[in-house]
Structure formats: structure tokens, C-alpha cells
């Protein structure tokens, strides 16, 4: 692999250069962006098909993506900064300065979801059919999102030399997220030194993956609504306390070193599952009464 820049060894694929972005006019365009720009585009797309396939009106969810899209932005940023405020605190101008990286995606579905229920309440829709319709779109956005943070070099787990390892350049990768293991296994190829890690965006999408055929496959068998949405809230909240776990630059609770993502996405797991038994049993006591 002389040269590659990013490898996964053991599936004998090699990516001899791999750009972080693109150059128009002397502007620098990061990949991490347009990725995530697709995923919100193709995002909307689905959600649309999900309204027109159980009898909705579309354009409900372009309208509603206007705002959404906006504050999903300023919760992912504020989240990230709220989490890492030793970084801003003395120069809260970086704080806007988004273009230098941090952002933080349980800051964009926590607004996203505020968001959703203000626009729900002002515009007299129900709410939980409205989540069931949209969060396809947003584990879409996800998905796709998560390849940004390949683009990036980012966003990866702990050494390890399992099937789908991935070998990263070190020059090319934040200091702050390679672990004294990692510096214990570094590879060096005619000079040029390697971290070998866990490509925890590749987990984290296909989890998301079988997490959406899953929704799609219950919309139109589902018991109740708000049922897809917590699908939602239980699968991703499972894979991500897992993934989360293999990360190196967990945002952290103070100095507790507790990853706050971690546990986040337990107590989301753990409300979907409370919230669907309760539902549920509503559901079949109506169906019992309609009897």
C-alpha cells in the first residue's frame, strides 16, 4: 500500500488519493459538506415518497424541512460547543466559525425533533404520524451523512486488526484522537506511518442501513402511530451506544469520561422501548373497544 492514503488491508482495498475537497476559484469546497448537503436532499426526497405512499401531502415536509434543516444546523454546532467549551471559551468567535469543523449529530436530531413539534402544534398536525413520515428521511440524511466523516478522516474507533480495519495516515488524521495503542501498532511503509483503526462510519451506516428497511418494511403494518419513530429512536439508539464505545473522540461529560453520545443513545433506546409498550397496549385496547 506505498503511497495510499486510506486502506482496509485485510479486504485488499487501497485508496491511493482520496481529497478532502475541491478548489473553485481559489475557494475551498470540503467534500464533508456536499456529502452532508446530499444527505439532506435525498432525505427530503424520502420522506416526500413516504408522505405520497400513505396518503399525505408532501409538500407538508418540504415546508417543514425550511426550518428544520436550519436548526438542525445550529443544534449540531451548539451541542458540539456545549461539550467542548474549553475549546471556545476564550475565543467565543470560533464559535461561529463553522468551516473549521465540530459538529455533533444528536444536536441536529434533538432540534430537528424540537422543531418538528413546534411546527406539528402551529401548522395542527399530528405529531406522531408526522415523526413516522419524516425520521425516514432523517436516518437517510444519516446514512449518507456518515461518509463525510470518511472524507474527513475522522470520526473512527480504536486500533484493531479485525476484517474491515482501516488504515489511515497519520499525517492526515486529528493528534488528538490517536490512543497510545494506536501509536503502539503504527505501520510504517517506505517512511510513510499508518494508524490502523475500526472505521466506525462504515458501522454506524449500515447499522442505519437495516435499522431503515426495517421502518419501511413496518409503515404500512404499523399498530400505531408514532411506531416507526421509535423503531427509530430503539435501533439507532442500540447501534450507536455500541459504536460510540470504539470511537476515540467521544464528546465527553465533563471529566468524567463518560461518553455523553453513549449514554444519550441508551436512554433513547430505552425510552422508544418504554414508549412502544404503552402505545401499544393503548392500540390494542382501541382495537379491542372497536370489536
Known amino acids: 500500500m506505498s503511497g495510499a492514503e486510506i486502506a482496509f488491508p485485510n479486504l485488499g482495498i487501497e485508496i491511493s488519493y482520496l481529497p478532502k475537497g475541491i478548489s473553485i476559484a481559489g475557494f475551498t469546497?470540503?467534500?464533508?459538506?456536499?456529502?452532508?448537503?446530499?444527505?439532506m436532499i435525498f432525505g427530503l426526497l424520502l420522506a416526500r415518497w413516504q408522505a405520497k405512499r400513505t396518503g399525505q401531502d408532501p409538500d407538508i415536509y418540504m415546508d417543514y424541512a425550511l426550518f428544520g434543516i436550519i436548526f438542525s444546523i445550529i443544534g449540531a454546532r451548539l451541542y458540539y460547543v456545549a461539550f467542548s467549551w474549553d475549546s471556545y471559551k476564550d475565543n467565543l468567535w470560533q464559535i461561529f466559525n463553522i468551516r473549521g469543523g465540530g459538529m455533533a449529530l444528536y444536536g441536529s436530531v434533538i432540534a430537528a425533533t424540537i422543531t418538528a413539534v413546534v411546527y406539528c402544534r402551529i401548522k395542527k398536525y399530528k405529531f406522531l404520524l408526522f415523526a413516522d413520515t419524516a425520521v425516514g428521511g432523517l436516518i437517510l440524511g444519516q446514512i449518507i451523512g456518515r461518509y463525510g466523516n470518511f472524507m474527513n478522516r475522522e470520526a473512527f474507533g480504536e486500533y484493531t486488526d479485525s476484517l474491515f480495519a482501516m488504515r489511515l495516515r497519520v499525517d492526515q488524521v486529528a493528534a488528538s484522537t490517536i490512543t497510545d495503542t494506536m501509536r503502539d501498532n503504527i505501520i510504517d511503509h517506505n517512511g510513510v506511518q499508518y494508524i490502523q483503526v475500526h472505521p466506525t462510519f462504515l458501522y454506524e451506516s449500515v447499522w442505519n442501513c437495516f435499522v431503515l428497511l426495517i421502518m419501511l418494511f413496518r409503515t404500512k403494518r404499523k399498530a400505531f402511530d408514532g411506531e416507526i419513530f421509535l423503531i427509530y429512536l430503539v435501533g439507532y439508539g442500540i447501534g450507536r451506544a455500541w459504536i460510540e464505545g470504539l470511537r476515540t473522540d467521544q464528546l465527553q461529560i465533563g471529566s468524567t469520561g463518560i461518553a455523553v453520545s453513549q449514554?444519550?443513545?441508551?436512554?433513547?433506546?430505552?425510552?422508544?422501548i418504554v414508549c412502544w409498550i404503552i402505545l401499544y397496549q393503548k392500540a390494542r385496547k382501541k382495537r379491542k373497544a372497536e370489536i
Not at 469546497?29 to 444527505?39: L, N, Q, R, T
Not at 449514554?263 to 422508544?272: K, M, P, R, T
Open 29 to 39: 469546497i470540503a467534500f464533508y459538506g456536499i456529502i452532508i448537503a446530499c444527505g
Open 263 to 272: 449514554v444519550l443513545s441508551v436512554v433513547i433506546a430505552v425510552f422508544g
